[in-house]
């Protein structure tokens, strides 16, 4: 299908490049259907009238996708993945209700680029909102670059004649080496299951295939290898009216692996952000079950424990408190499951960027009815309060959710730390490490 020729007998084969011009250009013979409604887009796109040896009049209205409709588990999971993306990222995105929620959320970011395999009505929404400029890019700056396109009528009307919109072949666009060379490329993409060491399944659940494999692979390759890139894996916890989890123990029998452990960095659930990178597969398996739906996570870690040797006193809950607050910190810091634990924040808003300057958080402890305290300060924040403001609201929550106390570790060098929990109430007792101080506050009940 393509547009009428123009004055030199070139028809655009429109919104959909993808492999149409790689089977036309390997064809003996193509036979082209002339459709007035398809858009004339840019890019490498075009056949000569002389390249064709039939030519059919059809006019047909051109396959639309209604914008997807959005719940609040989708949206919480798009605004988890926005906070892992900066100013100035590149972008690949497909469609569904994950991308559409992620890009729904980034609505407030600044000078955004697209290089995707497939462009819909979100990415159009970015770019008339200015949000995408692809100012930053460094492979075909200031355009969006996209294989295919697909939504609603909207997306045919901006692409038709559009400069700053150019489509190619997706062995063009989907080439890792043509990816990495756009820095922090975030390459987004959804699963249908996903093991505790990271495989991610994507076109199968067992041996009934889904879809294809897509271009996923591809793009998590070039965020990968792009500086400053990463790359993310965005589902919801469960599936089937929340009786299956997503995040499993092992995989279905019979399930693909569309993507390998060691190329994704981030899997985000509506529970919050599993960071992988570097992780061990300890490490990795407790990331992934704090972001499994809550009924599942007793079982995972049961099941875990069977066969990567985390130990019973392991927690489900990552242990290290980073000194400094970088966005990546921050994001893990605040990607708690907030019915059970808690995490308060201190931001600095300054035009649409949002810095985080203090955390705290708890862990609610079911066997005793108590939680543990702990807080995070950006160096450059320390000393303003901000710790006391945050216990303050800390103490009010654990008595509203009917805790027989709080407590914390802190180190014995920590003075300032220590003096703000002995301000509210907490009381020093003896510890087993000299270089801590068990520090513990008795809740009253309302």
């Not at 993306?85 to 995105?93: A, P």
Request: aromatic share 8%; with cysteine; hydrophobic share 40%.
């Amino acid at each position: 299908m393509v547009t009428p020729p123009d004055e030199l007998g070139y028809c655009s084969l429109g919104g959909s490049i993808d492999i149409t011009l790689s089977a036309a250009l390997a064809a003996k013979h193509i036979v082209a259907q002339v459709n007035h409604n398809m858009p004339r887009t840019n890019g490498q796109c075009f056949l000569h009238v002389n390249q064709f040896s039939v030519m059919i009049d059809g006019d047909a209205p051109l396959p639309t996708i209604a914008v997807p409709t959005s719940d609040p588990i989708h949206q919480r999971i798009g605004q988890y993945v926005s906070l892992l993306i900066e100013d100035r990222s590149t972008l690949q995105v497909g469609i569904g209700r994950v991308p559409d929620a992620v890009l729904t959320a980034l609505s407030n970011h600044r000078d955004l680029g697209i290089h995707s395999e497939m462009m819909s009505d979100g990415v159009v929404d970015l770019i008339k909102k200015g949000v995408i400029t692809n100012r930053y890019k460094q492979f075909h700056p200031r355009k969006s670059v996209t294989s295919f396109c697909m939504g609603t009528h909207a997306v045919y009307d901006f692409i038709h004649e559009n400069p700053h919109v150019e489509i190619y072949p997706s062995s063009y666009v989907n080439n890792p080496a043509h990816i990495a060379q756009n820095n922090n490329m975030i390459s987004i993409n959804s699963a249908l299951e996903v093991d505790l060491t990271g495989q991610v399944v994507a076109d199968s659940i067992g041996y009934d295939f889904y879809s294809g494999i897509g271009g996923q692979m591809y793009f998590v390759t070039g965020a990968t290898i792009s500086k400053g890139g990463k790359s993310i894996i965005a589902l919801p916890s469960t599936a089937k009216d929340k009786q299956i989890s997503r995040i499993q123990a092992t995989l279905a029998q019979g399930s693909g692996v569309v993507t390998s452990r060691g190329h994704v960095d981030y899997i985000v659930t509506e529970f919050g952000i599993a960071s992988l990178k570097g992780k061990s597969i300890r490490e990795r398996a407790l990331e992934l079950i704090r972001v499994a739906h809550p009924k599942f996570r007793a079982m995972l870690l049961e099941q875990v424990r069977q066969h990567y040797w985390v130990p019973d006193y392991q927690a489900l809950t990552p242990t290290e408190v980073p000194k400094h607050m970088s966005r990546q910190k921050s994001c893990d810091l605040v990607s708690i499951d907030q019915s059970v634990d808690l995490a308060l924040c201190v931001v600095k808003q300054n035009g649409s960027r949002v810095s985080i300057h203090a955390v705290g958080r708890f862990y609610y402890y079911a066997q005793n009815n108590t939680a543990e305290v702990a807080f995070v300060t950006r160096e450059s924040s320390q000393g303003m309060g901000m710790a006391s403001l945050l216990l303050n609201s800390m103490i009010d929550i654990a008595r509203k959710r009917k805790f027989t106390g709080l407590f914390a570790l802190v180190k014995s060098q920590n003075k300032p730390m220590i003096n703000v929990f002995k301000q509210h109430g907490f009381i020093a007792q003896p510890s087993e490490d000299l270089h801590e101080k068990d520090m513990y506050l008795a809740l009253e009940q309302e």
